[in-house]
């Protein structure tokens, strides 16, 4: 098809979603964020498993006008992710901030404020930062339903670290309805020398479309852990924007455990020297599961680190994808960069395909990247068999070992082995 066809369907498409749509009432700055994200979408179109990063995801059921029920989920008695922690609960009901089943937004070295308040207020600290890191993250990549979700949310909290607060701050989403369809944007500001940790974990809902903007100022650091809960028939793009100044850091991690159809697209600058950004993810799927971690990390200054660690298992018929890109420009000398994306297929049904990128336009750096995908090593699973493990631990034992790598990358380990604890568990149920 013609590029300026496909254009003009994708806009047409755009507008049609958005007719009779208005805005969300707010205050003059929001107001003008919003509209230029409005602005985008119309512009943009909504984007077609023909786009060069759709190709492997077919996004129809995150673009139709109505969402597909779905069946709640069964936890089975099975604890929330980081039950066991003490930490300020914001809980989110498909997809609207609970109150009372929240904790006080009082915490030392923090403020918190909810996205609707704030909205209604003419001044306020995330004025300029709101849609400014989404609407960045446009290009060179187009991320139309990432401007959809700024023009129309009026879920989602703001979070301003001032210190180093001794709680994480928890984001909590329950699912209570077959065909809730939710938009929840959080906008997150880590003031120079501040260090936090941000816990997500939950379902969210039956359709979800989230956008997190981080802005780490010099000396900052953010610790940012989800877990996206194991619904089967949710589906949902959660989209994170993060720009890091000098000698700032950032430690994303998130575990995937089932779903219809789960895209997460990470989206980083480093634009201040000497700054370090690690992304990975660890991903089970099984059956009528497809999952698409989409990453792009720039380098946009010298002497900077950033890690790409991503793991996927995956069987019947479930189909895993990796798009991770290393932009270094010119002024980024002595990049240290690094992406490896593996996939271990339980069956033959399973797919995992991957798409890894490096462009680099620095002489000085380290850059690597790797893509890999095979099966259960036979060599190993008969030593553990033959010491007197049985076929189903040992083969636990093994998919663990593999997705190690992934849970490494996740700072304090308390946490780490709470969701390795949980996968250990999924496994065990699912044999």
């Given at each position: 098809m013609p590029r300026a066809?496909?254009?003009a369907q994708k806009v047409e498409a755009a507008n049609a979603l958005l007719e009779g749509r208005a805005l969300p009432q707010g205050g003059a700055w929001i107001t003008r964020a919003r509209s230029a994200a409005e602005k985008r979408v119309r512009e943009l179109g909504l984007p077609t498993k023909r786009d060069e990063y759709w190709r492997y995801t077919d996004p129809r059921r995150l673009t139709a006008a109505?969402?597909?029920?779905?069946?709640?989920?069964?936890?089975?008695?099975?604890?929330?992710?980081?039950?066991?922690?003490?930490?300020?609960?914001?809980?989110?009901?498909?997809?609207?901030?609970?109150?009372?089943?929240?904790?006080?937004?009082?915490?030392e070295g923090v403020e918190i404020c909810q996205l609707s308040q704030a909205a209604m207020t003419?001044?306020?600290?995330?004025?300029?930062?709101y849609g400014s890191l989404e609407a960045r993250g446009q290009s060179p990549v187009e991320r139309p339903l990432a401007s959809l979700n700024t023009a129309y949310a009026t879920q989602g909290v703001l979070i301003r670290i001032t210190g180093k607060p001794e709680k994480p701050i928890s984001l909590i989403y329950h699912r209570e309805s077959e065909t809730s369809d939710a938009m929840v944007h959080h906008v997150i500001r880590v003031e120079s020398g501040a260090e936090a940790t941000i816990l997500e974990n939950g379902p969210?809902?039956?359709?979800?479309?989230?956008?997190?903007?981080?802005?780490?100022?010099?000396?900052?650091?953010?610790?940012h852990i989800r877990a996206q809960g194991r619904d089967h028939e949710r589906v949902g793009c959660a989209h994170f924007f993060a720009r890091l100044g000098a000698g700032s850091h950032l430690k994303s991690f998130t575990l995937t455990a089932n779903g219809a159809l789960i895209r997460n697209d990470s989206v980083i600058w480093l634009d201040g020297a000497a700054g370090s950004a690690h992304v990975a993810g660890a991903t089970v799927g099984d059956g009528a599961?497809?999952?698409?971690?989409?990453?792009?990390?720039?380098?946009?200054?010298?002497?900077?680190?950033?890690?790409?660690?991503?793991?996927?298992?995956?069987?019947?018929?479930?189909?895993?994808?990796?798009?991770?890109?290393?932009?270094?420009?010119?002024?980024?000398?002595?990049?240290?960069?690094?992406?490896?994306?593996?996939?271990?297929?339980?069956?033959?049904?399973?797919?995992?395909?991957?798409?890894?990128?490096?462009?680099?336009?620095?002489?000085?750096?380290?850059?690597?990247?790797?893509?890999?995908?095979?099966?259960i090593d036979s060599n190993q699973l008969f030593y553990l068999r033959a010491r007197g493990v049985p076929e189903d631990t040992a083969k636990t034992l093994l998919v663990l070992a593999f997705l190690a790598e992934a849970l490494d990358e996740i700072a304090e380990p308390a946490y780490a082995e709470d969701l390795r604890a949980r996968l250990e568990a999924w496994f065990e149920r699912r044999g």
């Open positions: 066809k496909l254009k109505d969402v597909e029920p779905g069946a709640l989920h069964d936890t089975q008695g099975e604890p929330p992710a980081f039950d066991a922690f003490d930490r300020v609960k914001l809980v989110f009901v498909d997809g609207v901030f609970d109150a009372d089943a929240s904790d006080p937004m009082a915490l003419d001044l306020h600290w995330a004025r300029d930062l969210f809902a039956t359709r979800f479309n989230q956008v997190m903007e981080v802005d780490i100022a010099d000396g900052g650091t953010l610790h599961f497809h999952h698409d971690d989409t990453v792009f990390i720039t380098h946009g200054a010298p002497r900077c680190e950033s890690r790409q660690v991503f793991k996927k298992v995956l069987r019947r018929s479930a189909v895993g994808v990796f798009q991770g890109k290393i932009l270094v420009n010119q002024v980024a000398q002595l990049t240290d960069g690094y992406q490896i994306s593996q996939s271990l297929l339980l069956d033959e049904d399973a797919q995992f395909l991957a798409k890894p990128e490096l462009e680099i336009y620095a002489d000085d750096v380290k850059c690597s990247h790797g893509s890999t995908s095979g099966e």
